[in-house]
């Protein structure tokens, strides 16, 4: 046991309970409804009716409504939210609990709409709640060694892409420009800290692991991966797991409304276990508000009961998945999950098509593929962009193009570009899917 480490924990909980115990109260719900789907619903519903009623009550777009039925208030997108900025955010003096200013929180639309929005302060104690009982999941406690990649080394001085704080025992580790040099850096901070969790995107971790692989290098301590950001490729978990020897979650979350669950460990990037603990997921149809069908793919649409200064009620997040596991009713859950709806494919006769979980099996799960990349250019006309060093996959150009056609349609016309690496957004992130057509 790490004696500073230990002191640290109990430092934590210490200043928690002297100040109210809220992040400790926090926690043990969050922990009791993810263990109690039934007896936790009580739970779910009293947060659930206590957003309703504050947003009918204190929040000018919801004014009008005279109803705690879910199903009576509108769907809304962060288009809308936008739009009407002032008339979803309520007054600081009206929010339970509130302790000074809001706190603003950003998201950077790498892969949508950039997004500036404020969080209360319980808020603000409940997100640090669910990360804190997500990381105890995979056996990870406050305090221990922690290496987080993200990107922008801005965020902690100008010329420093790796930076150590003390205070929380966290090495941040800027995820761009992945050259050999940085990498290897990368990989010995990885060791030399002996971080027991390594949080990041998938894409920049997966371009690391990659190289140590390709070059021999090892996580000597065999790190646990929490991926977020991207839904996680079966190669990803291929290389870290089978290869590597280390434990993987992928982890489903955006900046509006926190961690809504995560993978069960080493499994399927596309299957989360929802933690229900701080929202209700609805998975509607595309052209209604009906909720789809078991087997039907549908967009997500969550209500947050953790956010009084900017109520998000049946807020479409612009993804997609199907219902996963239900139990009494409870969607417990989801499977299939894509990503953003907008990058869906069709098909040349127009029919929806999920193509991060539909790929064939020779690409998807190739271990001489590296990075695979599926592009919709028009109603008929597609590009597959394959990373691969491997000739003999090269010369399997006809049987690709034939695959594809079988989940396209014979008139479909796909070519098929053979590329060193995919292209990186500005924040890390690769986009698998895109569609460039508007069909």
Not at 214 to 239: A, Q
Not at 302 to 314: C, G, L, S
Request: charged letters at 25%; hydrophobic letters at 35%.
């Amino acid at each position: 046991m790490d004696l500073r480490i230990e002191f640290q924990r109990k430092k934590f909980w210490i200043n928690d309970f002297l100040h109210g115990g809220r992040m400790w109260n926090d926690f043990k719900e969050i922990e009791f409804i993810y263990n109690n789907p039934v007896s936790g619903e009580e739970i779910r519903k009293k947060h659930l009716n206590s957003i309703l009623e504050y947003a009918t009550h204190n929040i000018p777009f919801y004014k009008g409504i005279h109803s705690l039925n879910i199903k009576d208030f509108p769907i809304i997108n962060k288009t809308l939210l936008k739009e009407n900025f002032y008339k979803f955010i309520a007054m600081k003096e009206s929010v339970p609990g509130q302790r000074g200013d809001f706190h603003i929180q950003s998201t950077s639309g790498s892969t949508g709409t950039p997004f500036s929005f404020p969080q209360d302060t319980r808020c603000r104690i409940r997100r640090i709640a669910t990360i804190k009982f997500g990381n105890e999941l995979v056996n990870f406690h406050s305090f221990e060694p922690m290496c987080h990649m993200r990107a922008g080394a801005h965020y902690w001085g100008e010329g420093k892409d790796i930076f150590y704080r003390k205070d929380l025992n966290i090495t941040y580790i800027d995820n761009t420009n992945l050259n050999a040099s940085k990498i290897e850096r990368i990989i010995k901070t990885y060791n030399d800290s002996q971080a027991k969790v390594i949080r990041g995107y998938c894409t920049p971790i997966d371009t690391i692991a990659s190289y140590a692989i390709k070059h021999g290098l090892e996580f000597i301590h065999h790190p646990t991966f929490i991926l977020g950001g991207e839904v996680m490729l079966n190669s990803t978990l291929h290389k870290l797991h089978t290869q590597l020897g280390c434990d993987v979650i992928s982890q489903y979350a955006n900046e509006e409304n926190g961690v809504f669950g995560q993978t069960a460990v080493n499994s399927n990037g596309s299957e989360i276990i929802l933690n229900r603990a701080n929202c209700l997921i609805e998975i509607l149809k595309f052209n209604s508000d009906a909720p789809v069908s078991p087997g039907e793919l549908g967009r997500i649409v969550v209500t947050d009961f953790t956010n009084y200064a900017m109520p998000m009620i049946r807020y479409d997040i612009g993804d997609a998945a199907m219902i996963g596991e239900t139990r009494d009713g409870i969607l417990i859950s989801i499977s299939n999950l894509v990503g953003r709806k907008t990058d869906l494919i069709y098909c040349t006769n127009g029919k929806e098509i999920d193509m991060f979980n539909s790929c064939p099996h020779d690409i998807y799960n190739n271990p001489l593929i590296n990075q695979w990349q599926f592009i919709q250019k028009s109603k008929k006309t597609y590009q597959v962009n394959l990373c691969t060093n491997d000739e003999a996959i090269k010369r399997q150009e006809s049987h690709f193009i034939g695959e594809f056609k079988l989940l396209l349609g014979e008139d479909a016309i796909i070519q098929i570009q053979f590329l060193d690496e995919l292209p990186i957004l500005s924040s890390g992130k690769r986009r698998c899917v895109i569609c460039e057509s508007r069909n």
